[in-house]
């Protein structure tokens, strides 16, 4: 065996160990993988609402002013306007799941971050590097919205949308593209679904 296959192993037995042996952990899925993003989150604990950070986690200053972080943050890249969040749900995770390309080998690799106040009956909380100038991707879109008009002849599982506003989204929400027929006999800016158009599109219209 030479000296790069062990090491190799060596990580491996390490990355799966740290994977299954968190303390205090009764759920170690990790969150869905999402396309074009390098990060997924594990370790998950359970929901609470964003307004008992602070009775639920009183020994924690930093969780105290959550809330007014998060606003800060929600106002800057989604609206200018005065936002409340006490209304909202959270769930808490203790470590995060980092894939990146290595400048060394060009090869994707991974660290995983923990955020743990017991881990191993011990406080572990790890560095991180940041990319302080970050670019966001968004799209004007043209919303569509179930219509109360149908055809004469109506198929089954006939899907008819008609439009309702423009907005921007942010490009990382984007699904996949769908197929929209214009009307025949209907109001202008009326649309039907094909959820012909492939097998994907048929079953994720619960056909």
């Given at each position: 065996m030479d000296v790069e296959t062990y090491d190799n192993e060596?990580?491996?037995?390490?990355?799966?160990?740290?994977?299954?042996?968190?303390?205090?952990?009764?759920?170690k899925e990790l969150t869905a993988p999402i396309d074009n993003n390098h990060w997924r989150l594990g370790s998950p604990q359970y929901c609470l609402m964003i307004s008992k950070?602070?009775?639920?986690?009183?020994?924690?200053?930093?969780?105290h002013t959550l809330?007014?972080?998060?606003?800060?943050?929600?106002?800057?890249?989604?609206?200018?306007?005065e936002i409340i969040l006490?209304?909202?749900?959270?769930?808490?995770?203790k470590c995060v799941h980092i894939h990146y390309t290595s400048l060394e080998d060009w090869k994707v690799k991974k660290d995983i971050a923990r955020c743990n106040p017991s881990f191993h009956g011990h406080p572990?909380?790890?560095?991180?590097?940041?990319?302080?100038?970050?670019?966001?991707?968004?799209?004007?879109?043209?919303w569509l919205k179930e219509a109360k008009w149908k055809p004469k002849t109506y198929w089954k599982n006939c899907q008819v949308f008609e439009e309702k506003g423009r907005s921007?989204?942010?490009?990382k929400y984007v699904v996949w593209a769908c197929h929209m027929i214009p009307t025949f006999g209907g109001a202008d800016r009326m649309y039907y679904l094909n959820d012909m158009v492939d097998a994907n599109m048929f079953l994720c219209c619960g056909n």
């Open positions: 060596i990580k491996e037995l390490k990355a799966l160990y740290d994977d299954n042996h968190e303390e205090n952990n009764t759920n950070l602070s009775t639920e986690f009183p020994d924690n200053p930093i969780l809330t007014e972080d998060i606003s800060n943050v929600v106002r800057q890249y989604l609206a200018p306007s006490t209304g909202y749900k959270i769930i808490p995770y572990r909380y790890d560095c991180i590097l940041i990319n302080t100038n970050p670019t966001v991707d968004m799209a004007l879109v043209q921007i989204i942010f490009l």
